[in-house]
């Protein structure tokens, strides 16, 4: 049974009245792939900063690889790698030149930072573009310099914040590419706060956050497949105007979801034919699918992904939720 790099026990953290983190315990092995799922206002932002000694511990016990945040942040820092939501690069700067700033950072000089440096610019394809200054770089490349930054001093994990915002599908896929490289290569341990469900489903181990709280845990497969049956989607032009209708015909309820209508209804194969008689002339599509982790949060909170993101407060802090009760507590497995 390999050690844990994670563990984290009751933690508690409010702004002000508000509470962004309501009693989390959970824990994740060495090597082990997390992936923190939910929207804005659901304290996954809030638990990666105190992951990355950012903010001040209030309430529980948060240790990596063996160190307690609260009493030796140093340490900690010392082991992690981390990329924020926004490039944390000096665009006036040359690619070689922010790579040598953040090797000094962490004590690397000399011989031992050049060989460092020429190994991750050959790794991550960007020894024509080392003289390049950043601010010339396109979004997918300024991403894999902060990666290549991050890993100067080879941490033993990786905090990855939102880390794809902006990229195009192909720089997205590159950039997760590298990411599952590396940790094969090291076997570093991944966490990942993000609210895209293909980066959530490239995970080893997913938590479900909503308001300060988990609300489910597991590997993706193991959460689809805690929800029985299959969904119904249908795209249409009004989706607001015929979600009542559709839910008279089909017998359950339908939630719209941006443009999209969905649903799962007891006999989803007869019921879509029910469906196309009453209501074709008005749908652009309708598909029979395996429920998503979308389902799964809807199943558990009552609410979709984006009714969460709307209904977030912010005072201060975009993490900043509704008051919260209660604990969650799970053994994240690799």
């Known amino acids: 049974m390999s050690a844990s790099a994670i563990i984290a026990t009751d933690l508690v953290y409010c702004y002000g009245r508000h509470v962004a983190l309501g009693g989390i315990t959970f824990e994740l092995p060495e090597g082990g792939w997390l992936g923190l799922l939910g929207p804005n206002g659901s304290g996954k932002t809030t638990l990666f900063r105190l992951l990355s000694t950012l903010i001040p511990m209030q309430q529980g016990q948060l240790s990596v690889l063996g160190h307690d945040v609260a009493r030796d942040p140093g340490r900690v820092r010392s082991r992690l790698g981390v990329t924020f939501q926004s490039p944390a690069l000096d665009v006036r700067l040359t690619v070689r030149e922010n790579l040598r700033c953040g090797g000094a950072i962490f004590g690397l000089f000399g011989t031992a930072l050049k060989r460092r440096i020429e190994d991750l610019l050959h ?114 032009r009004e989706p607001e105007s015929l979600r009542q209708p559709l839910a008279e015909v089909l017998g359950c309820e339908v939630v719209r979801i941006g443009s999209q209508l969905t649903c799962r209804p007891q006999d989803p194969a007869r019921q879509m034919t029910s469906v196309l008689e009453r209501f074709g002339g008005q749908l652009l599509s309708i598909e029979l699918s395996r429920p998503s982790l979308e389902d799964v949060f809807l199943e558990r909170t009552g609410r979709t992904l984006e009714d969460s993101t709307e209904e977030s407060v912010s005072p201060g802090e975009s993490e900043a939720a509704a008051t919260t009760t209660g604990a969650a507590a799970v053994e994240v497995q690799r």
């Not at 308001?211 to 249409?236: F, K, M, N, Y």
């Open 123 to 236: 790794r991550f394809d960007l020894r024509d573009r080392q003289h390049s200054l950043v601010s010339e770089l396109s979004g997918g490349l300024r991403r894999r310099v902060e990666l290549a930054k991050c890993l100067l001093h080879e941490p033993a994990v990786l905090l990855l914040d939102e880390p794809t915002n902006g990229l195009d599908p192909r720089a997205r896929q590159e950039f997760w590419e590298t990411i599952r490289t590396d940790r094969d290569q090291r076997g570093t341990t991944i966490v990942v706060a993000t609210h895209l469900m293909f980066e959530a489903e490239l995970c080893g181990q997913l938590l479900l956050m909503d308001r300060g709280r988990i609300v489910g845990a597991g590997s993706p497969v193991d959460l689809q497949a805690s929800l029985h049956g299959e969904r119904l989607t249908i795209r249409c």
